[in-house]
């Protein structure tokens, strides 16, 4: 005859195997559910009216009208987009939280001592969007009309010229430190909140030069003076601008943004919105956004933005240890 114990054993076992299928279907069918009713927010780690802002704007209205889901964007700037970033990090993993981040996110390792995150344990991606090169310029007065000439000027001045960027540990930043570097030149680098405030220095004299991604509609519009682009190739939307790398051998600094969750978010979840991100970049008025701010779109996954981030820590990892860059 069986002991009691052996059946209150067996019947412990069977509550808990119940227990831990409910469980399980309980979650899967919270995952299934997403999106309910509770908007989704899409944090964007820049001040508003830069490129970020506007193509996290332009994305996430695509977003919304795909998803049938109310899409919120926040803006959360400062610390070269780590307070927004960090505010994804500590939110729920529930698909309902999203940073549009960009280069700057990998570049926070190299120029702050003590990062807010771990951009390679601490947020999940999604998928990256766009890739897009910054834009040198200028003050309308400076008499440098090219890369040469700006060159010549900061040799004939050295530690008189500014140069505004978008942030500390921004690609912007990297293309001034990188730019300084190659050409062995002394600028000061004056970080500012955004692409758009930065722009707007030089185009009020209180800055001598900016590099920024969101310049090219100040470039046509003739308020500033463009002189190259930073990626190792002219770029299609504005041809008549060279390559800095034409006139600076070695010079590379490719801009580029992406989409991503808190790291404990499920996969389901993330691989649907990666779905929905490439979708967006198929939609008519998203690419006429982003051909407004000389982006290209990039068709991505989750796992080919993971390999792209850790290829792009590696390569800024071993450049930036070069430059001798000053940590903040």
């Given at each position: 005859?069986?002991?009691?114990?052996?059946?209150?054993?067996?019947?412990?076992?069977?509550?808990?195997?119940?227990?831990?299928?409910?469980?399980?279907?309980?979650?899967?069918?919270?995952?299934a559910a997403w999106p309910d009713d509770q908007p989704i927010r899409m944090i964007i780690p820049y001040a508003p009216g830069?490129?970020?802002?506007?193509?996290?704007?332009?994305?996430?209205?695509?977003?919304?009208?795909?998803?049938?889901?109310?899409?919120?964007?926040?803006?959360?700037?400062?610390?070269?987009?780590?307070?927004?970033?960090?505010?994804?990090?500590?939110?729920?993993?529930?698909?309902?939280?999203?940073?549009?981040?960009?280069?700057?996110?990998?570049?926070?390792?190299?120029?702050?001592?003590?990062?807010?995150?771990?951009?390679?344990?601490?947020?999940?991606?999604?998928?990256?969007?766009?890739?897009?090169?910054?834009?040198?310029?200028?003050?309308?007065?400076?008499?440098?009309?090219?890369?040469?000439?700006?060159?010549?000027?900061?040799?004939?001045?050295?530690?008189?010229?500014?140069?505004?960027?978008?942030?500390v540990g921004s690609s912007p930043h990297l293309s001034c430190e990188l730019f300084k570097a190659l050409a062995g030149i002394?600028?000061?680098?004056?970080?500012?909140?955004?692409?758009?405030?930065?722009?707007?220095?030089?185009?009020?004299?209180?800055?001598?030069?900016?590099?920024?991604?969101?310049?090219?509609?100040?470039?046509?519009?003739?308020?500033?003076?463009?002189?190259?682009?930073?990626?190792?190739?002219?770029?299609?939307?504005?041809?008549?601008?060279?390559?800095?790398?034409?006139?600076?051998?070695?010079?590379?600094?490719?801009?580029?943004?992406?989409?991503?969750?808190?790291?404990?978010?499920?996969?389901?979840?993330?691989?649907?919105?990666?779905?929905?991100?490439?979708?967006?970049?198929?939609?008519?008025?998203?690419?006429?956004?982003?051909?407004?701010?000389?982006?290209?779109?990039?068709?991505?996954?989750?796992?080919?933005?993971?390999?792209?981030?850790?290829?792009?820590?590696?390569?800024?990892?071993?450049?930036?240890?070069?430059?001798?860059?000053?940590?903040?």
């Amino acid at each position: 005859m069986k002991s009691a114990t052996q059946h209150n054993f067996r019947r412990l076992a069977s509550v808990a195997a119940l227990s831990a299928t409910m469980m399980v279907a309980a979650v899967s069918t919270a995952h299934a559910a997403w999106p309910d009713d509770q908007p989704i927010r899409m944090i964007i780690p820049y001040a508003p009216g830069g490129a970020t802002d506007t193509l996290g704007r332009i994305i996430s209205k695509s977003l919304s009208d795909s998803l049938k889901q109310t899409v919120i964007v926040e803006n959360r700037p400062g610390a070269g987009s780590m307070i927004g970033s960090e505010y994804v990090v500590r939110a729920a993993p529930d698909g309902y939280t999203l940073v549009l981040g960009s280069i700057s996110n990998v570049l926070n390792a190299f120029f702050y001592k003590k990062p807010l995150y771990d951009i390679l344990t601490d947020l999940k991606p999604v998928g990256q969007v766009v890739s897009v090169p910054n834009f040198l310029g200028v003050h309308k007065d400076v008499p440098a009309k090219s890369v040469q000439e700006l060159i010549a000027l900061a040799k004939e001045k050295p530690g008189e010229l500014s140069c505004a960027v978008s942030g500390v540990g921004s690609s912007p930043h990297l293309s001034c430190e990188l730019f300084k570097a190659l050409a062995g030149i002394d600028l000061i680098t004056t970080p500012f909140k955004g692409g758009a405030p930065a722009i707007q220095s030089t185009m009020g004299g209180q800055t001598t030069m900016f590099f920024a991604n969101e310049a090219r509609p100040y470039i046509e519009a003739g308020q500033v003076r463009g002189l190259g682009v930073t990626t190792p190739k002219r770029s299609e939307y504005s041809p008549e601008l060279p390559a800095i790398a034409e006139q600076l051998p070695g010079y590379d600094v490719t801009a580029w943004y992406g989409v991503w969750a808190p790291i404990d978010t499920p996969d389901e979840i993330v691989n649907r919105l990666s779905d929905e991100l490439n979708k967006s970049l198929k939609d008519p008025q998203v690419l006429n956004v982003l051909a407004s701010l000389g982006a290209s779109p990039t068709q991505s996954d989750p796992e080919k933005f993971t390999s792209y981030i850790k290829s792009e820590y590696e390569r800024w990892k071993g450049i930036t240890a070069k430059m001798n860059v000053q940590q903040q």
